[in-house]
């Protein structure tokens, strides 16, 4: 068959890259988008647990700048770059990758299933915040509670319809939204940092701080918060007008973003606890929510909090309407919202949702490897975006499964290797570069789109 009549999927013939009139710089959407990914709670309520709690501020801190980095030089930049290179989301870049067929389910369906993760911890979260600010820090009643329940259920329903019908009017609040963080953040950094140097690891029984396991580990939750968003640099570099928009916007909005929205929770939860020694007995100790229980202003906070989670569930019941519904167009995109939403509700009441370390970790061992095939794609073909490659692209699949083992070893098994995520990512792009080099990648066909 002649590539210049293939038939491609109606995702691909449908696909229009986004012009460079449409584009703009990176302080207008790049950087403010990815800070406000940050800036919300899911990302640093447990980033103590494991790093300043073992290892003491500065390790945290070095931890964090450590996954800046390595988030933005490894995770974001390459499909950033084909993003703002083609001016095409990740759903099209992919098909390098991954072909057009392998296309349909990673990254496409793929990205909505992570999704619905993600949309349960925000429902969990911003229920159990509604419910501290009525009811106080421990007298809030907690998952599997009727309370919480209905709660979860009004909450869950109400923005992922919201999510589906009404996106571009949360997509306006937001840009307002990630201001009610950055006060909160800065208000418990500045209550911590008064009695800060009362921190002394020895109160909690670590007498020997174990240094480079805490950094270690602060990688390790930043990548695996981080991993989905990474891949997702090509639907943010598609606005953007050239590299520089990309480099700054990602240097501003990735690397300093992680480094500040991690660091002033650190300096919150070091003062809270250096203080009160005695919360380390307590079943939420080394959180950022225990932090916030203990400061004058706490349920005004909570609610603040809650307040702030009204953006990133709509958009996390947009993205799941939109990977789904783009891929199996059969099927309406409210339908598709709800039954993700719906999903999402149950993980967040019965409390699934509200362990975050096991849950980076698997978005990680998800993604890295996604996020390393598809660097080493881009390197494979000098950062020229090739276009579709025909069927299923075996050398991306295979990179991702064995990728994906590695990566999801500290939840199925005694192994504790971190970051994990990172090296899930290494044996993504190793094994890509290698099989593709041994000739598995299909050729490519060229992207003829309707008018």
Not at 60 to 72: D, K, P, Y
Not at 159 to 179: D, E, N, R, T
Not at 183 to 205: I, P
Not at 292 to 303: E, I, K, P, T
């Amino acid at each position: 068959m002649n590539n210049s009549t293939y038939p491609l999927p109606d995702y691909l013939r449908s696909a229009k890259p986004n012009p460079q009139e449409n584009r703009a710089p990176w302080y207008l959407n790049t950087a403010p988008s990815y800070a406000g990914i940050f800036l919300w709670i899911a990302f640093y309520d447990q980033l103590a647990k494991g790093t300043l709690s073992v290892g003491g501020l500065g390790a945290a801190v070095i931890g964090l700048i450590a996954g800046g980095l390595i988030a933005f030089l490894l995770f974001y930049l390459a499909p950033a770059m084909w993003g703002m290179k083609t001016g095409y989301p990740l759903y099209i870049i992919g098909t390098s990758t991954f072909g057009e067929k392998g296309g349909y389910f990673i990254p496409g369906l793929f990205m909505g299933v992570l999704q619905v993760g993600w949309y349960s911890v925000g429902t969990f979260f911003a229920t159990q915040y509604m419910l501290n600010t009525l009811y106080g820090l421990e007298s809030a009643p907690g998952p599997m509670h009727p309370v919480f329940i209905i709660a979860g259920i009004v909450w869950g329903y109400v923005f992922a319809y919201v999510g589906v019908k009404g996106i571009q009017y949360v997509a306006k609040i937001s840009l307002f939204f990630p201001i009610v963080p950055l006060v909160m953040l800065l208000y418990a950094a500045f209550t911590g940092s008064g009695s800060l140097s009362q921190f002394d690891l020895t109160k909690f029984g670590v007498d020997t701080p174990q240094t480079g396991l805490a950094v270690l580990m602060m990688v390790q939750l930043v990548i695996g918060f981080f991993a989905t968003a990474g891949a997702a640099g090509a639907d943010f570099g598609m606005n953007n007008r050239h590299k520089n928009d990309i480099l700054l916007g990602g240097l501003a909005g990735v690397a300093l973003s992680i480094f500040l929205c991690g660091l002033l929770p650190m300096i919150a939860i070091a003062g809270i606890m250096g203080a009160n020694p005695e919360l380390a007995k307590a079943d939420n100790a080394w959180t950022f929510s225990q932090a916030v229980g203990q400061m004058a202003g706490g349920r005004l906070m909570f609610l603040l909090f809650a307040i702030a989670s009204m953006a990133p569930a709509c958009f996390c019941s947009f993205i799941i309407a939109n990977s789904f519904s783009t891929m199996i167009p059969s099927i309406s995109r409210m339908a598709w919202t709800m039954g993700g939403a719906t999903i999402g509700i149950i993980l967040a009441v019965t409390g699934v949702a509200q362990n975050l370390p096991p849950f980076f970790t698997f978005i990680g061992a998800s993604f890295g490897p996604v996020c390393g095939a598809i660097a080493a794609d881009y390197l494979v073909c000098g950062g020229v975006w090739p276009g579709p490659r025909k069927g299923i692209n075996w050398a991306g699949y295979i990179a991702v499964i064995v990728g994906f083992i590695v990566g999801i070893l500290p939840n199925i098994s005694a192994v504790n290797i971190v970051p994990a995520s990172v090296y899930s990512f290494v044996v993504g792009f190793a094994l890509y570069f290698l099989l593709s080099k041994a000739g598995l990648e299909p050729e490519t066909v060229p992207l003829v789109r309707e008018n």
